[in-house]
């Protein structure tokens, strides 16, 4: 069976917040198949705010250890800058 992860999965997986029986369950599964991510999960791992130097290490290895299910590269990093940078209150309109 593969399994899809989504960005919240991979965030708690890797600070270590799901108890211990789903940690274990993981553990399992990451011994038998690679993570699946899609880039849209990709850009917003690589958005997340709240990495250390440390963090930042092991989100890149996660990624670099997953399949990504890929949008074209330059799209990815544009989108991950303007993320970075923007948010919602930046573009709501005065009435």
Same mark, same amino acid.
């Given at each position: 069976?593969?399994? !899809?992860?989504?960005?919240?999965?991979?965030?708690?997986? !890797?600070?270590? %917040?799901? /108890?211990?029986?789903? *940690?274990?369950? @993981?553990?399992?599964?990451?011994?038998? =198949?690679? /993570?699946? @991510?899609?880039?849209?999960?990709? @850009?917003?791992?690589?958005?997340?705010?709240?990495?250390?130097?440390?963090?930042?290490? &092991?989100?890149? +290895?996660? @990624?670099?250890? +997953?399949? &990504?299910? *890929? %949008? =074209?590269?330059?799209?990815?990093?544009?989108?991950?800058?303007?993320?970075?940078?923007?948010?919602?209150?930046?573009?709501?309109? /005065? %009435?």
């Amino acid at each position: 069976m593969m399994h !899809l992860w989504d960005t919240n999965t991979a965030i708690y997986y !890797l600070q270590q %917040l799901f /108890p211990p029986p789903a *940690e274990k369950f @993981i553990d399992g599964v990451l011994k038998s =198949e690679q /993570p699946i @991510i899609t880039a849209i999960t990709e @850009i917003e791992l690589l958005c997340w705010k709240t990495t250390t130097p440390k963090d930042f290490q &092991v989100l890149h +290895s996660f @990624i670099n250890d +997953s399949l &990504v299910i *890929e %949008l =074209e590269q330059p799209i990815k990093l544009k989108t991950a800058d303007i993320r970075k940078k923007c948010t919602a209150s930046n573009f709501l309109m /005065p %009435l």
